[in-house]
């Protein structure tokens, strides 16, 4: 009790009615509901309801936007002193994720990578011939760098191995005829020469005519 009508002290009578006033204890104050709000206006709400603003901590959210009150602490709803300092945590935005390197990986691998980054892996609808990257990992990606965020997608493409050609029939061919047809079909060449070569005609090669071999692939041709 905290007061009482008439006053402890005063005179009353008999059957006369004395009205008691309790305490309801220290008064107290809700943290407001300021989530979503801009820095300013939630401060201004937490003053206004007889709290104060204690520390402004900043924090990646990937749901509430850049600027915007993500919550505070104490919560929302919980009562508090008069004056209680409330901490505003303010959203910095999505969370920046560096771009994983995922060329040369095996498209098994690269999955792994980004799903383990909450991103999502997409495949270019066309594969390409590379003359090193095995068939099944990947040639390029995009984007290739710089930072995404999460749920971001990387498109990668994939490598269908070197291509493949066919070593054209050289036997009987002369010198230049035979190192033209190999360069134009996309081969090396190598020339041996057998008892000095002075006739220049192809007698062998090997890879033998009709192998199918990597582009690039170097051809021994011997001549005589």
Known sequence: MIDS????????????????????????????????????????????????????????????????????????????????????????????????SLTGKTLADATTIVTDLKLTLAQAPEQVNHPTIPAGSIVSQTPSKGQVHAGDTITVTVSKGPKMVAVPNLFGKQRD????????????????????????????????????VPEGTTVTIRVV
């Not at 520390?55 to 104490?74: F, L, M």
């Not at 190598?190 to 199918?212: H, I, M």
């Open 5 to 100: 009508t008439p006053q402890g002290g005063s005179t009353a009578h008999r059957g006369d009615t004395v009205q008691l006033i309790v305490s309801k204890g220290p008064e107290r104050y809700a943290v407001p509901q300021v989530a979503g709000q801009d820095q300013d206006a939630a401060t201004a709400a937490i003053t206004a309801a007889h709290l104060s603003v204690g520390t402004i901590r900043q924090d990646w959210s990937e749901t509430v936007a850049s600027g915007k009150v993500i919550a505070t602490d104490p919560p929302v709803g919980s009562e508090q002193k008069p004056l209680t300092k409330v901490t505003v945590i303010v959203s910095k935005g999505k969370q920046p994720i560096d771009v994983p």
């Open 177 to 212: 005829e035979a190192v033209a047809m190999l360069r134009s079909a996309g081969l090396g060449v190598s020339v041996e020469e057998l008892f000095g070569g002075v006739f220049g005609t192809v007698r062998s090669q090997d890879p033998s005519a009709g192998t199918q």
